[in-house]
């Protein structure tokens, strides 16, 4: 067939287009700057179908609601029907931008409106910090130094992420530090598209981290967890006295002094011990230092040293370094029951292999352990870590003089040691999580602990603080002695030939009262009241257990140093070796008393 193609005109903008209209044929209504075509569709055959969906604006044409014009370079929408005549803005509505940003706040900053919930409690230097972690420290905070620059001219030496505002242009700048280059990039002010990653002014809930520009300077602005950290260093020094461990800057060493240990288990330094299994190849030698590779702040460290190699771990082999502690100090926490607080553990590391490493805390009455993780970063250097143990709010904890906890740091554990939910109380004797690093796998393989604090809650000091939480050592060393004393000086190790210095003399009385087949002739009181009735040993003047010396520092038959009565804050002396002590004379000797856990 043959295709006519044929077109129409008109003016006037009350009657748009001939109506119907030849299919496919095209007519223009210049008074409405408007085109049509008739449509050629079946049902609908010469039905003028517009075109232009944007129109030039003119006064001669007539719109109805909705309709689009393009007018000073801005895209109108009508608001009403316009007849004839000139541009009334109050009549249209301009679309070209007309997202409306009031109810948010840009990222560069801002006053909100109302509160914000934040997802978490702060864990990094710079992200907000809510109101329940701000209460638990301390109201005063002291104001630091502004973090915003305000001038005409871009600030010099500006730390990196600080904000400069431009005094003359009002452009709000951060300092950012690329890979290789540190510029001032203006902060962005009107983010178009999808709103919902924003913080709306009225109030919101973020969904992440907020880290800010720089610390608080006035009441109502929020403060990050650097500045957190140092405001509450002052009531964090008073937790000292709180700290449940004993001995965990490991000055104490009464018994032992630096002396290495060896064999399957045994006393370290006071309150800390170690503990191998017998049928494994593993051994290590284990002591107190002066840290052999610096740690600022703190004096001693201790350490177990590999000295027969397993690379192997089949069943039962376990290498651990632990201190047991005293219900009489966990008690404060409530475990058992439903109000059971959490403890943090905080302690520095220094091992040879790094890795993965466990703490595991143990009440050994009931058999439930919680084993926690850490990461060595790196060999041979100093880490400070921070481990939170969940309240256990299960089953009956122990009560009284007895232990109520052990923190174990494992350096080495068989599969029978791996526990099958980490972090998390379960029943069983579990010391580590499965990948936990052997770092008894060759000779020298070395494990090193330091600065070992165990607080209430679950704030920490900050490594830089943690040495200033410690207990003074002669505060510690009282509390030491209640589990461990000797007469003997400090720095004189029990059993010492002609160790007299401090030795307890007694002046033998005429007649004495048998008790039993023994002679009394004496008692002594304990430095302080100890944990429990103590293991006395008593020493003559040049060493000799279970006898005491005259005064010339003569030896008397073994048997002569015997204890009666003894109980938690002293002890009798008795003679039961069969021979005299002469009347009047002076009697000789040192003694330990031995309450430990």
Request: proline content about 8%; overall charge neutral; aromatic content about 8%.
């Amino acid at each position: 067939m043959t295709s006519q193609y044929r077109h129409r005109r008109a003016d006037s903008p009350d009657i748009p287009f001939t109506n119907p209209l030849e299919p496919g044929e095209i007519a223009v209504n210049t008074g409405n700057r408007q085109i049509a075509v008739g449509d050629a569709a079946s049902g609908s055959i010469g039905t003028p179908l517009p075109l232009l969906a944007v129109r030039i604006f003119d006064t001669r044409s007539k719109y109805a609601i909705n309709d689009l014009v393009a007018h000073s370079g801005s895209i109108l929408v009508a608001l009403v029907a316009i007849t004839p005549g000139a541009f009334n803005p109050t009549q249209w509505k301009n679309i070209t931008a007309d997202t409306d940003l009031t109810p948010y706040l840009p990222k560069a900053g801002g006053t909100m409106t109302g509160p914000i919930t934040l997802a978490a409690n702060a864990a990094a230097a710079m992200q907000a910090v809510p109101l329940q972690q701000l209460s638990s420290s301390i109201a005063a905070i002291p104001p630091p130094p502004p973090p915003l620059y305000i001038s005409d001219t871009a600030p010099v030496g500006a730390p990196d992420n600080s904000m400069w505002w431009n005094s003359n242009t009002g452009i709000l700048y951060v300092r950012f530090h690329d890979i290789d280059s540190t510029a001032w990039v203006q902060a962005v002010a009107l983010p178009g598209g999808d709103l919902s990653g924003l913080v709306k002014r009225a109030g919101d809930t973020m969904s992440g981290p907020l880290a800010l520009a720089g610390n608080a300077v006035s009441a109502l602005q929020a403060v990050p967890k650097q500045q957190l950290d140092t405001v509450a260093a002052t009531a964090k020094d008073a937790l000292a006295y709180s700290g449940m461990q004993v001995n965990g800057a490991m000055e104490v060493s009464q018994e032992l002094g630096l002396t290495v240990t060896s064999g399957l288990a045994g006393n370290l330094i006071d309150s800390w011990k170690f503990y191998t299994t017998s049928t494994q190849t593993a051994r290590v030698q284990c002591a107190s230092e002066v840290p052999s590779i610096p740690l600022p702040g703190f004096q001693r460290n201790i350490y177990a040293y590999t000295t027969v190699a397993q690379p192997a771990l089949t069943a039962d082999e376990l290498v651990i370094l632990y201190t047991p502690i005293e219900s009489y100090r966990t008690s404060r926490l409530g475990w058992g029951t439903a109000q059971a607080q959490p403890v943090t553990i905080a302690f520095w590391s220094c091992h040879t292999k790094p890795g993965l490493y466990c703490v595991n805390a143990s009440v050994n009455t009931i058999n439930k352990s919680y084993v926690s993780t850490y990461t060595q970063a790196a060999a041979n250097v100093w880490q400070y870590n921070v481990i939170t143990v969940q309240g256990m709010t299960t089953d009956t904890h122990p009560v009284g003089n007895v232990q109520g906890l052990s923190l174990d740091f494992t350096m080495m554990a068989g599969p029978t040691f791996i526990t099958p939910t980490p972090n998390t109380w379960v029943v069983g004797n579990f010391k580590a999580t499965t990948g936990q690093v052997n770092c008894c796998d060759a000779v020298s393989g070395t494990m090193r602990l330091a600065g070992v604090v165990v607080l209430p809650g679950i704030e920490a000091p900050s490594a830089a603080r943690s040495a200033l939480i410690m207990r003074p050592y002669d505060q510690e060393l009282l509390t030491c002695q209640r589990y461990w004393q000797k007469s003997y000086p400090y720095a004189i190790a029990p059993g010492a030939t002609g160790a007299n210095p401090g030795a307890v003399i007694i002046q033998v009385p005429a007649n004495p009262t048998p008790i039993g087949n023994n002679l009394p002739y004496g008692g002594v009181r304990l430095a302080m009241r100890m944990r429990s009735a103590p293991t006395v040993l008593i020493y003559s003047a040049n060493g000799t257990q279970g006898a005491i010396s005259d005064n010339s520092g003569s030896n008397l038959a073994a048997g002569s140093g015997s204890t009666f009565a003894v109980g938690d804050t002293g002890f009798g002396m008795v003679n039961n070796s069969g021979g005299t002590i002469n009347i009047n004379a002076a009697a000789y000797f040192q003694y330990t008393a031995d309450a430990r856990l």
